[in-house]
């Protein structure tokens, strides 16, 4: 599929989202549009008690409709958010996300929790 044509197809799946208040109605509109897509998923990220829904599209960082933290529906990968949501937690607290075991370390330099270097 061309790119250019599914930003189009994303567009009015947003406008189904916003209309119909829900992510069932974009999803219908996408699949009637011929983008496969795999549920309405969501994450969460405990620190900030937060959380989004979104129209699966299976891949982590390909735009899709999302349902943000502000119940605002939009345009946007999860993966996105989820880098950023963690990257905003980061420069509030002054912690610092592992990347070998996952915690949220107070020393920027080495976890707290698995002894990892940064
Ligand atoms: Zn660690």
């Known amino acids: ?17 916003i209309e119909n208040d829900n992510l069932e109605a974009a999803e219908k509109y996408l699949n009637k549009e011929g983008v496969l897509t795999f549920g309405i998923e969501s994450i969460y990220f405990e ?8 129209v699966s599209l299976g891949e ?27 990257r905003t937690y980061e420069e509030r607290s002054g912690k610092k996300k592992c990347p070998n075991c996952g915690a949220f370390s107070d020393d920027r330099h080495a976890c707290t929790y698995c002894d990892y270097i940064f």
């Open 1 to 17: 599929m061309v790119c250019h044509k599914l930003e189009e197809i994303l567009d009015k799946a947003l406008d189904k989202a």
């Open 60 to 86: 982590t960082y390909n735009n899709t409709i999302i349902k943000n933290e502000n119940n605002e529906y939009e345009i946007c990968s999860w993966g996105d958010w989820y880098e950023d949501i963690i």
């Open 47 to 54: 620190e900030d008690n937060s959380g989004i829904e979104y």
